[in-house]
């Protein structure tokens, strides 16, 4: 039986247009996906959209259009975005998708009836763009927020609340016992600590928002866009199915829900975030998911963020980077494989044109690109055509396995700045056989010697091809097939150089 791999990403916010920063957690679940696809996982990649709450309805209220019709827009500009990227998602949701409706409804109603949710009344401090209550503790002086540095509302409003503090204990038990669910364990500290110190019950509902999915039972009430957002992972998932089973209220509108049997795909086996979004992800829905007594997902990972030589990404200061256009210049697999070499994957990074560039001309164009030139060039005056099997004595193919070996335990780890350096390293390697061992004289005095060390660089750049497909799909696949067995073409350089 072929084991499934389900991964996702955060869903994203239609009050802005994509960019550089969005790219890089969708990016990054596209490479693992390739890979665990690459391994003979049964892959099912999840991304979509997060349409609801104040926000979008004010976006859409300064275009000019109806919230609907706003998300539709930019919803649109997502998927075009990830086709340009070559994003190989599976399945891509939309909150606003009427099936999803249907859950979140039939899963607040299953949580007021277990008591996990219950209504009440709140006065605080709220950060309309976070769209979540701050603590006493996280407020910056001149009631500002941290992450925007803007005002904070008063608000006072009856609200249904989620019994969050019900889980601290069996939170901290679950971390303890599952070290590898909050990843990096350099970010679990924080998680944990913040556990520790004590969890408030959570609102979720609001009186005054009108964009968003209503509560059944009252509807003057809608959905918090948090808790209505992280249940898309299970509406995905055909949690509808099982809602069903449990004769939940909705039972006719669940019937139509995506159909495949939940416990096939769920737990997920990653959700794939950004550093600010960790804690929504590693306290709150773990919770909710216990609540609901289902199994929690096996991995948490967040990222960091990048910014833009050295300044946050932000359309006031008019540097953001649109990963479209980049691609349009450069290529597209260029941009995707940079944003991982660049940086360790879970710290924070910083773009500039200078580091693209050096990095295009050093890792592609002269490691990579170079060599498979140089290669080819020789091997079609001294090999004649490729062959379909090379075999025979040859070290660096022999250490091919060690190297695929060091790649499968850094994938492991979501380390992508490793696997690209051991692809690198080897590839570096078998640049310096070529120096050491120049064909090009050696067809002289010995062709068939020259013939040999040919022969192994066509067969180790076989290897590197395909190590290489899941952060350059369609390089790799052109790689693939100047190496490919047969009379040797000519070719335009995989890399033409770039000019600072
Ligand atoms: N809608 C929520 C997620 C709900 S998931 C149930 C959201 N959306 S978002 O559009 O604001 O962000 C989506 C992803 O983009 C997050 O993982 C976030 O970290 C990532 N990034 C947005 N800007 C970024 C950078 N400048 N750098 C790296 N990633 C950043 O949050």
Same mark, same amino acid.
């Given at each position: 039986?072929?084991?499934?791999?389900?991964?996702?990403?955060?869903?994203?916010?239609?009050?802005?247009?994509?960019?550089?920063?969005?790219?890089?957690?969708?990016?990054?679940?596209?490479?693992?996906?390739?890979?665990?696809?690459?391994?003979?996982?049964?892959?099912?990649?999840?991304?979509?959209?997060?349409?609801?709450?104040?926000?979008?309805?004010?976006?859409?209220?300064?275009?000019?259009?109806?919230?609907?019709?706003?998300?539709?827009?930019?919803?649109?500009?997502?998927?075009?975005?990830?086709?340009?990227?070559?994003?190989?998602?599976?399945?891509?949701?939309?909150?606003?998708?009427?099936?999803?409706?249907?859950?979140?409804?039939?899963?607040?109603?299953?949580?007021?009836?277990?008591?996990?949710?219950?209504?009440?009344?709140?006065?605080?401090?709220?950060?309309?763009?976070?769209?979540?209550?701050?603590?006493?503790?996280?407020?910056?002086?001149?009631?500002?927020?941290?992450?925007?540095?803007?005002?904070?509302?008063?608000?006072?409003?009856?609200?249904?609340?989620?019994?969050?503090?019900?889980?601290?204990?069996?939170?901290?038990?679950?971390?303890?016992?599952?070290?590898?669910?909050?990843?990096?364990?350099?970010?679990?500290?924080?998680?944990?600590?913040?556990?520790?110190?004590?969890?408030?019950?959570?609102?979720?509902?609001?009186?005054?928002?009108?964009?968003?999915?209503?509560?059944?039972?009252?509807? $003057?009430?809608? =959905?918090?866009?948090?808790?209505?957002? @992280?249940? #898309?992972? +299970?509406?995905?998932?055909?949690?509808? /199915? %099982?809602?069903?089973?449990?004769?939940?209220?909705?039972?006719?509108?669940?019937?139509?829900?995506?159909?495949?049997?939940?416990?096939?795909?769920?737990?997920?086996?990653?959700?794939?975030?950004?550093?600010?979004?960790?804690?929504?992800?590693?306290?709150?829905?773990?919770?909710?998911?216990?609540?609901?007594?289902?199994?929690?997902?096996?991995?948490?990972?967040?990222?960091?963020?990048?910014?833009?030589?050295?300044?946050?990404?932000?359309?006031?200061?008019?540097?953001?980077?649109?990963?479209?256009?980049?691609?349009?210049?450069?290529?597209?697999?260029?941009?995707?494989?940079?944003?991982?070499?660049?940086?360790?994957?879970?710290?924070?990074?910083?773009?500039?044109? $200078?580091?693209? =560039?050096?990095?295009?001309?050093?890792? @592609?164009? #002269?490691? +990579?690109?170079?060599?498979?030139?140089? /290669? %080819?060039?020789?091997?079609?005056?001294?090999?004649?055509?490729?062959?379909?099997?090379?075999?025979?004595?040859?070290?660096?193919?022999?250490?091919?396995?060690?190297?695929?070996?060091?790649?499968?335990?850094?994938?492991?780890?979501?380390?992508?700045?490793?696997?690209?350096?051991?692809?690198?390293?080897?590839?570096?390697?078998?640049?310096?056989?070529?120096?050491?061992?120049?064909?090009?004289?050696?067809?002289?005095?010995?062709?068939?010697?020259?013939?040999?060390?040919?022969?192994?660089?066509?067969?180790?750049?076989?290897?590197?091809?395909?190590?290489?497909?899941?952060?350059?799909?369609?390089?790799?696949?052109?790689?693939?097939?100047?190496?490919?067995?047969?009379?040797?073409?000519?070719?335009?350089?995989?890399?033409?150089?770039?000019?600072?």
């Amino acid at each position: 039986m072929t084991k499934k791999f389900y991964i996702t990403t955060p869903i994203y916010y239609v009050n802005s247009v994509p960019h550089l920063g969005h790219a890089y957690t969708t990016i990054a679940d596209d490479i693992l996906a390739r890979y665990k696809r690459q391994k003979g996982f049964d892959v099912r990649f999840l991304t979509g959209t997060d349409e609801h709450g104040a926000n979008i309805e004010k976006s859409a209220a300064a275009k000019g259009v109806s919230p609907k019709e706003w998300t539709d827009i930019v919803s649109a500009q997502y998927k075009e975005l990830w086709k340009v990227l070559n994003i190989s998602y599976d399945d891509f949701i939309r909150t606003t998708d009427t099936n999803h409706e249907h859950v979140v409804q039939a899963v607040f109603e299953k949580l007021l009836k277990s008591g996990d949710i219950y209504l009440g009344s709140y006065s605080g401090k709220y950060c309309t763009s976070c769209e979540q209550y701050l603590n006493e503790s996280e407020i910056l002086e001149g009631n500002l927020c941290p992450v925007h540095k803007k005002p904070l509302t008063e608000v006072n409003e009856e609200t249904y609340f989620f019994k969050l503090s019900r889980y601290e204990k069996p939170l901290l038990k679950y971390y303890e016992e599952h070290p590898e669910f909050l990843s990096p364990k350099y970010r679990a500290n924080e998680i944990i600590n913040f556990v520790k110190s004590g969890l408030q019950d959570l609102s979720v509902t609001r009186t005054k928002v009108k964009w968003g999915i209503p509560v059944k039972s009252n509807p $003057a009430h809608t =959905i918090y866009v948090w808790f209505d957002a @992280l249940i #898309n992972y +299970i509406t995905a998932a055909g949690v509808g /199915t %099982l809602l069903c089973e449990e004769k939940a209220e909705h039972e006719e509108q669940l019937k139509d829900i995506r159909i495949e049997k939940f416990e096939d795909l769920w737990p997920a086996d990653i959700h794939m975030v950004g550093k600010e979004i960790f804690r929504f992800h590693s306290v709150i829905w773990p919770a909710v998911l216990m609540a609901l007594q289902l199994p929690l997902p096996q991995k948490v990972f967040a990222h960091g963020w990048w910014t833009v030589e050295g300044e946050k990404m932000s359309k006031t200061l008019g540097n953001v980077i649109n990963p479209a256009e980049l691609a349009a210049k450069y290529g597209v697999d260029p941009v995707r494989v940079f944003l991982f070499r660049e940086v360790p994957f879970g710290q924070d990074g910083d773009f500039s044109m $200078a580091s693209f =560039i050096n990095r295009y001309n050093s890792d @592609l164009a #002269n490691n +990579i690109g170079n060599l498979l030139s140089r /290669t %080819l060039n020789m091997a079609a005056k001294n090999v004649g055509d490729l062959p379909e099997k090379i075999e025979g004595n040859y070290p660096l193919l022999a250490q091919a396995q060690t190297v695929e070996k060091a790649i499968d335990d850094a994938y492991e780890q979501l380390s992508f700045d490793k696997v690209l350096e051991q692809i690198y390293g080897y590839s570096s390697e078998l640049n310096k056989l070529v120096n050491d061992k120049k064909p090009w004289e050696l067809a002289k005095t010995d062709p068939e010697g020259a013939k040999q060390v040919l022969l192994e660089l066509i067969a180790c750049q076989r290897k590197v091809a395909l190590w290489l497909e899941p952060f350059m799909p369609t390089v790799a696949k052109e790689m693939q097939k100047r190496l490919s067995p047969g009379k040797i073409e000519k070719y335009a350089p995989l890399f033409p150089r770039i000019d600072k």
